[in-house]
T-cell receptor, first 116, second 112 residues
Framework: GAVVSQHPSRVICKSGTSVKIECRSLDFQATTMFWYRQFPKQSLMLMATSNEGSKATYEQGVEKDKFLINHASLTLSTLTVTSAHPEDSSFYIC????????????FGPGTRLTVL | GEDVEQSLFLSVREGDSSVINCTYTDSSSTYLYWYKQEPGAGLQLLTYIFSNMDMKQDQRLTVLLNKKDKHLSLRIADTQTGDSAIYFCAESPYSSASKIIFGSGTRLSIRP
């Protein structure tokens, strides 16, 4: 099946710094990628939909100036958590939509962000 | 609004069948999914069913859909220790290309 990678898998940073997370579709092109956030023992909550070459669409309650999304190519989307604070600590998961195959979302392995 | 609910925990004996239940509220759901998440890992799509189907079977997995009651279930036959994980029920309101609404996940534990 299609493979989606995320980098880094784990990051620890100090409060006030910015962190960039990459999401790559390895063997297919993805015009659309999704970013989810998962708190411990809770479900995934969609944060935003990332479209290649255009602005991301954010879900209600998600600060677009805090969570910057860039989808500059058909295989890469990045999520930058700006001025991170401890409450931003979470598991961030991306998915990429493979329109060429079964029109299915494939999920990355996730990035664990810990803000001290 | 859109909501997906499932019980938080399930414990079964190795070799028995596991049945994980889910209810959803959006009657326009087109795709209904079951995902598996192992500790520290991303989501793996186990199976999905179209809203116009009642049942889908794939090896040890059987999905049943009662569209009238908006109830979805996942049965895992001959449950093994490797089946220990969190299982998420999910739905796409329009198509698999749109956002997916997830349930809170059911943690399945296997006892010997």
């Amino acid at each position: 099946g299609a493979v989606v990678s995320q980098h880094p898998s784990r990051v620890i940073c100090k409060s006030g710094t910015s962190v960039k997370i990459e999401c790559r579709s390895l063997d297919f092109q993805a015009t659309t990628m999704f970013w989810y956030r998962q708190f411990p023992k809770q479900s995934l909550m969609l944060m935003a939909t990332s479209n290649e070459g255009s602005k991301a669409t954010y879900e209600q309650g998600v600060e677009k100036d805090k969570f910057l999304i860039n989808h500059a190519s058909l295989t890469l989307s990045t999520l930058t958590v700006t001025s991170a604070h401890p409450e931003d600590s979470s598991f961030y998961i991306c998915s990429a939509l493979d329109r060429g195959g079964y029109n299915e979302q494939f999920f990355g392995p996730g990035t664990r962000l810990t803000v001290l | 609004g859109e909501d997906v609910e499932q019980s938080l925990f399930l414990s079964v004996r190795e070799g028995d069948s596991s049945v994980i239940n889910c209810t959803y509220t959006d009657s326009s759901s087109t795709y209904l999914y079951w995902y598996k998440q192992e500790p520290g890992a991303g989501l793996q799509l186990l199976t999905y069913i179209f809203s116009n189907m009642d049942m889908k079977q794939d090896q040890r997995l059987t999905v049943l859909l009662n569209k009238k009651d908006k109830h979805l279930s996942l049965r895992i036959a001959d449950t093994q220790t490797g089946d220990s994980a969190i299982y998420f029920c999910a739905e796409s309101p329009y198509s698999s290309a749109s956002k997916i609404i997830f349930g809170s996940g059911t943690r399945l534990s296997i006892r010997p």
